[in-house]
């Protein structure tokens, strides 16, 4: 006699948007923190008022961004398990004192800084850009050791993850000194030899961006029929809207655009820019995330 057998299970999700959010708040931070070493440790001064911005910046997200992780995990009391049960082999065990450590040595950094000990603060600067690379860097290798998600498992993961990273920074830092300039400085003046210099320095990240994601994209197009798939889902599928529309066409390409043609750039158009590229870098994030675990393992 035949027999026939239906399961009413579903795949359960391993990450979700918390995670996605969790990514985007350390890529943040890891932008800012770069940014605010530019002038106090590679001695460019012309970026120097954005220094105390970026430190503080960078703390505050690195604080936010592990609440998203533990909202995920479900049991938060039980996170204390990650630095007592080691897997030396896991970017999370690494992933977990690099948490620890990065935002301590941006509170040292920072004291330093306001104190005006540029000896002190050049030396934990140092320090922190590698230890901001990493903190960042890790997630990505998270995601492409998923070898059965044809969108994470590559080798271009971690350098996506540290390229958007700093596109986010920067644009957000350009936000920010707008606001700050406008708002809460005594002279009431934006610096614009600061928001234009910051708008190069974007545009340029962009173009790096935009290379990698191709890249990205074509090689899954050319590879076997799961990588075809997830090509098919971001250029076709249901998510193709928030990967070909919001996160490089608005994010990255109209914005390159305005900051790389002299003629339309100004004070007004760079800050939209950099308002689309913020939410770019959200949506790409999401897309990343939720686009990798989309499609059902077989």
């Known amino acids: ?17 918390f995670i996605a959010v969790y990514f985007y708040l350390t890529g943040l931070s890891a932008g800012s923190f770069v940014l605010s070493t530019l002038a106090f440790v590679f001695g460019m001064d012309k970026y120097k008022p954005i220094g105390k911005i970026g430190v503080i910046l960078a703390t505050l997200f690195l604080v936010m961004a592990p609440l998203a992780l533990i909202v995920h995990v479900g049991q938060p009391l039980k996170s204390w398990h990650l630095f007592v049960y080691l ?33 002190m603060t050049r030396l ?8 901001a690379i990493f903190v960042h860097g890790y997630t990505g290798f998270i995601l492409a050791l998923g070898k059965a998600r ?14 958007s990273a700093m596109v986010s920074g920067i644009a957000l830092m350009i936000l ?5 300039d406008k708002f809460f400085s005594k002279e ?35 590879s076997h029929t ?31 655009i305005v900051l790389l043609v002299p003629r339309l750039r100004n004070l007004t158009t760079v800050t939209l820019a950099s308002i689309l590229v913020v939410i770019g870098i ?11 675990e989309f499609l059902p393992l077989v």
């Open 226 to 256: 799961d990588a075809q798939e997830v090509a098919y889902l971001l250029l076709y599928g249901k998510f193709s809207f928030h990967f070909i529309w919001v996160e490089n066409i608005l994010g990255k390409v109209i914005p390159a």
């Open 150 to 163: 044809a969108l994470w498992n590559s080798a271009l993961m971690p350098f996506l993850f540290l390229v």
């Open 188 to 222: 009431k003046v934006i610096n614009r030899d600061l928001i234009f210099g910051l708008g190069n320095f974007l545009a340029a990240m962009i173009l790096i961006d935009i290379f990698l994601v191709l890249s990205d994209v074509l090689v899954l197009l050319v």
């Open 282 to 292: 959200f949506f790409m994030r999401l897309t990343v995330v939720l686009g990798g």
């Open 124 to 131: 934990f600067g140092t320090i922190g850009i590698p230890l």
């Open 87 to 119: 897997n030396v082999t896991s970017p999370i065990t690494w992933g977990s004192f690099l948490l620890t450590l990065y935002p301590i040595n941006c509170l040292i950094y920072a004291w330093f800084m306001f104190k005006e000990n540029q000896k």
């Open 176 to 180: 920010i000194s707008l606001v700050k």
């Open 1 to 17: 006699m035949d027999t026939s057998v239906l399961y009413n299970i579903f795949p359960q999700e391993a990450f979700g948007a």
